[in-house]
């Protein structure tokens, strides 16, 4: 079984920064499209930033030119550099990942979320 963890989240001013990060384990082939996604309270899920399986990058128009996504693919790890933050950048964000395992089991996967709140 293959697992995704975030790190990173937390309580942040606003203008302030944070990097996430989503590091997935397990019997890992291949490991595509991960990306980050985000629920706000109320809210449905929502796209931030994602890999396509071309390794181009989509942003979400509310966060273009202050987020930046990366990706460390020998460590099957991805960022999300968060810059300038605005109260309603306020959710729990999720990483995902479109998944090959070693048995040729495919899923897309999620994490379990991480809480970045921006507050003053």
């Known amino acids: 079984q293959v697992q995704l963890v975030e790190s990173g989240g937390g309580l942040v001013q606003p203008g302030g920064s944070l990097r996430l990060s989503c590091a997935a384990s397990?019997?890992?082939?291949?490991?595509?499209?991960m990306g980050w996604y985000r629920q706000a309270p109320g809210k449905e899920r929502e796209l931030v930033a994602t890999?396509?399986?071309?390794?181009?990058?989509n942003y979400a128009d509310s966060v273009r030119g202050r987020f930046t996504i990366s990706r460390d693919n020998a460590k099957n790890t991805v960022y999300l550099q968060m810059n300038s933050l605005k109260p309603e950048d306020t959710a729990v964000y999720y990483c995902?990942?479109?998944?090959?395992?070693?048995?040729?089991?495919?899923?897309?996967?999620w994490g379990q979320g991480t809480q970045v709140t921006v507050s003053s």
């Open positions: 995902s990942a479109y998944i090959l395992e070693m048995s040729g089991k495919t899923y897309y996967d």
């Open positions: 890999f396509t399986s071309g390794g181009s990058t």
């Open positions: 397990g019997s890992i082939f291949s490991i595509n499209a």
